[in-house]
């Protein structure tokens, strides 16, 4: 499977803080995408990383990637309570499809 | 419309019957997937039409799940005989250019009694 896996599952910090997750995939891609899942809503396009990227800024988020470790990091600085929701990232080994782990849930605390 | 529709947002039904699920994909999006979330867990890719071209139906999971898109545009994903296992959320999405960012519907939450 090209899935990616999402660390820690779940994840619970105090409004300010940074949250940090994790995705590890199997094999080569040409794109890493991380997405947000309010409850009861789809999924929302954060930020997408390119094989020949190494790391990406949008906003209070930061994107790495390192492709020799088949690894990525998703960093959200100075979390607010909207930013409760569960993050998924997802890989792009073809041209179209897209693997996805099963998500990291961040609760923000006020 | 803006965004990715779907209906109905909610549908309950008995094990045995047969259920449609509608897929509304924003204008002028070639691509357009199906997925499947079971409850905690990550998407599942179902079925995937681009253009004219012959869907890949690689992640159907039995043969009574069917999908078809007509004219292009509305999807229609179709389960037969539903079991108890197919309750969860299904989630459509569509994009334009390859390699490009999926848009995502809020999904229809299937549950089967």
């Known amino acids: 499977s090209q899935q990616g896996e999402e660390d820690p599952q779940a994840l619970s910090i105090q409004e300010g803080e940074n949250a940090t997750m994790n995705c590890s995939y199997k094999?080569?891609?040409?794109?890493l995408q991380w997405y947000r899942q309010n409850s009861g809503r789809g999924l929302v396009h954060l930020i997408l990383?390119?094989?020949?990227?190494r790391e990406k800024h949008s906003g209070r988020l930061r994107v790495t990637l390192d492709t020799s470790k088949k690894s990525s990091s998703l960093l959200i600085t100075a979390s607010r309570a909207a930013d409760t929701a569960s993050y998924f990232c997802a890989t792009m080994w073809n041209d179209y499809k897209l693997s996805f782990g099963a998500g990291t849930t961040v609760t923000v605390r006020a | 419309g803006a965004g990715v529709s779907q209906s109905p947002s909610n549908k309950v039904t008995e094990k045995g019957k047969d259920v449609e699920l509608r897929c509304d994909p924003i204008?002028?999006?070639?691509?357009l997937y199906w997925y499947r979330q079971s409850l905690g867990q990550g998407l599942e890719f179902l079925i995937y039409f681009q253009g004219n071209s012959a869907p890949d139906k690689s992640g159907l999971p039995s043969d009574r799940f069917s999908a078809e898109r007509t004219g292009g545009s509305v999807s229609t994903l179709t389960i037969q005989r539903t079991q108890q296992e197919d309750s969860a959320v299904y989630l459509c999405a569509s994009r334009n250019r390859v390699k490009e960012p999926q848009h995502f519907g809020d999904g229809t939450r299937l549950s089967i009694l």
């Open positions: 990383i390119r094989s020949n990227e």
């Open positions: 204008s002028g999006h070639t691509a």
């Open positions: 094999t080569s891609i040409n794109n």
